[in-house]
């Protein structure tokens, strides 16, 4: 396995008192497999996804318990400077917005090429050469014009073409993709994702997609994670999801899409709002917003358990997975 | 192809900030670039500073400044170029004297010639201002900046350390601090100045590593293997320098004009050094009998302090144009 992340738990300490952002995460990529995290904002998939790089801000963040195997090697028992050369080399991460990725005082060559310089030790003019090579390797047309370009003067998608160049500068074996289409247009959004799976096959890299967009996550993802306040509440292969959720808040996110076959109704909403961080509800931290709940999800926390699949594990965080399947199916 | 590269002009990288390898982006900026780069007009890449440098060249204020403040760096090297007299060189017999020709600006109460010594005093003046400046920028920068960057115990201790200094009344200290150095040199008045000077562009860089450090593409560098020093050199420090340059250029006008009033009150410069704070001094008993001996020196030193917060004004304004 590439990555394994063991019952993670990462705390913020705030002034206003301890936010438990991550709440025991359980998740594995292995190489040239796609993992979708799912959830919205302040579920923690992006709190999970910093503390794997090693880029969570600590003070305040701490990670509390659980491991962090990284082919086979617990990456929390490494000291900053060990990380640092993880970092970029064996794992790299895409942002969201492109524009405020990139600094916007040097050229896109300087910043591709810091890659080799920081990372190979190449010269200046040896990573000049490698930067135009990555640029046509993600398809910016004109690369060796361009390389001196700054980013203000890219379009959105071409930007995060970059920003997809310099992740896969030193051919890492894991990328963590957050969000890399959200600040993209429609348009955009699908050509940059196929770019980005294409180069992921080529390199047999793992990757970890995360995202709170649905539409996305069918055509490329292999497996899906559900993520909801800092826990993962259903993880599966990708069609079974689809197929049929076996935990009422994946039913009411797949619900919350908009469809062409049910035009002129009114559109599915998940009622209630995420709960406060500070202040997770006991028991299931879905059961005040979630239709099956009875009175054991109010008292206690439903274990993240196996449930029939028709291909590969599949798990589900609900006392109740069953009667959400067949809900489905019925 | 739906994506066209947009090359709608350096702005939106202008607010941005500063970049410190000036010389280096300025000349790959320069150098001709080969057209029809897929679509875009035929613009060359802009950097930040040359961006701001076009900006600054358009600007009369800008120009006027420059040339007033190119005129002082001038004189203050080659002071005998305009002067050809010694400001030294004083006759008693010429004392309060008016303008007569070869002394345009006529005689102090001392007899010395004014024209001379105001020339002369241009030579303490710049460099008193540019030494202050220079040691100020750096001793403040380099506090403020770690501190920002690292935060933490340092950062607190830091922060009560520049309020302590900022409790301080610039005069009075002066006062206190000076009144008991002996040396006639300008040293103990630059480093009185850098004592109490840094703690104001210590706040502006720490504030200013601060909001760079929150930007996205500091995080993305980190994520990408970059180590801390790497992450200050390369991608704070040119995003976070605009503010400490503007600053620091509108306090060498200041700088100037606490220099002459420390030596007006008899605490900064001590004769024989030249210095228009001294000539002001000496020529405020006398302003009935010879108000020329106090109008050169002092019109020369509003001058200069025009000049420097004149600079700053425009260089503030083509670094940061959200503050236009």
């Known amino acids: 396995m590439l ?181 993209l247009d429609v348009t955009v959004q699908a050509q940059v994702m196929d770019l980005l799976a294409e180069l992921q096959r080529e390199l047999n ?24 306040a800092g826990r993962i509440i259903e993880s599966a292969p990708v069609h079974d999801i689809y197929k049929a959720p076996a935990h009422p808040y994946t039913k009411g996110l797949l619900e919350s899409i908009p469809r062409l076959d049910q035009k002129g109704r009114e559109l599915y909403a998940i009622k209630g709002l995420p709960p406060n961080l500070m202040n997770i509800p006991p028991g299931c931290a879905f059961n005040p917003r979630c239709p099956m709940a009875q009175d054991i999800c109010r008292t206690d926390v439903p274990p993240l358990a196996e449930v029939d699949s028709a291909d590969g594990v599949r798990r589900s965080a609900c006392f109740f997975w069953r009667e959400t399947l067949d809900a489905h199916h019925g | 192809m739906p994506e066209q590269p947009h090359d709608d002009g350096a702005i939106a990288a202008t607010g941005m900030g500063g970049a410190m390898d000036l010389a280096m982006s300025e000349a790959e900026t320069l150098e001709k670039r080969p057209g029809g780069d897929g679509g875009g007009p035929a613009d060359k890449p802009r950097s930040l500073w040359s961006d701001a440098w076009q900006d600054l060249r358009r600007n009369p204020v800008f120009l006027i400044a420059a040339l007033v403040i190119l005129f002082l760096v001038v004189i203050s090297i080659w002071p005998s170029a305009i002067a050809s007299g010694n400001p030294l060189k004083c006759d008693l017999a010429n004392a309060q004297k008016g303008s007569s020709p070869g002394h345009p600006f006529g005689y102090d109460g001392q007899g010395c010639d004014v024209y001379t010594r105001t020339v002369y005093g241009a030579r303490t003046s710049v460099t008193v201002g540019v030494c202050a400046t220079l040691g100020v920028a750096i001793l403040g920068s380099v506090l403020g900046g770690l501190a920002g960057f690292f935060g933490g115990v340092w950062d607190s201790v830091l922060s009560r350390i520049t309020d302590v200094f900022f409790a301080i009344p610039v005069v009075l200290g002066g006062l206190v601090l000076l009144s008991v150095v002996t040396s006639s040199t300008v040293w103990p008045v630059i480093g009185f100045m850098v004592l109490l000077g840094w703690p104001q562009i210590s706040r502006i860089a720490r504030g200013s590593v601060i909001t760079a450090k929150q930007n996205d593409y500091v995080q993305a560098a980190r994520a990408l293997g970059a180590s801390n020093s790497r992450m200050l050199l390369r991608h704070i420090t040119p995003n976070a320098v605009a503010p400490v340059i503007v600053v620091a250029t509108i306090a060498l006008g200041t700088y100037i004009a606490l220099e002459a009033t420390l030596s007006y009150l008899g605490v900064g410069l001590k004769p024989p050094t030249v210095s228009w704070g001294i000539d002001i001094s000496a020529a405020s008993p006398f302003i009935r009998n010879a108000p020329h001996a106090l109008l050169w020196p002092s019109g020369a030193l509003a001058v200069t302090v025009l000049a420097f917060i004149m600079l700053g004004d425009a260089v503030r304004d083509a670094l940061d144009p959200k503050l236009r």
């Open chain 1, 3 to 183: 990555l394994e992340v063991r019952d993670l738990h990462v705390e913020f300490r705030t002034r206003d008192g301890v936010a438990k952002a991550v709440n025991g995460v359980t998740y594995s990529v292995d190489a040239g497999e796609t993992l979708a995290v799912l959830g919205e904002s302040g579920s923690g998939k992006s709190v999970t996804a910093q503390a794997v790089m090693g880029i969570l801000d600590t003070p305040p963040g701490k990670i509390t318990a659980g491991e962090i195997l990284f082919q086979g090697q617990d990456l929390l028992t490494f000291k900053e400077e060990e990380r640092r050369k993880v970092r970029g080399a064996q794992m790299a991460m895409i942002f969201q917005d492109a524009l405020s990725s990139l600094n916007p005082v040097l050229s896109v060559g300087e910043q591709l090429g810091e890659m080799f310089t920081v990372h190979r030790g190449m010269s200046r003019k040896d990573a000049r050469t490698k930067a135009v090579e990555l640029m046509e390797r993600v398809r910016i047309p004109a690369a060796a014009q361009r390389v001196r370009d700054y980013p203000h003067q890219f379009s959105g998608g071409m930007r995060q073409r970059i920003m997809i160049a310099m992740a896969l500068a030193l051919e890492p074996d894991l990328i963590i993709a957050d969000e890399p289409t959200t600040a």
């Open chain 1, 205 to 228: 890299m793992g990757l970890i997609l995360i995202t709170h967009d649905l539409g996305v996550v069918a055509d490329v993802a292999d497996k899906i994670a559900v993520m909801y």
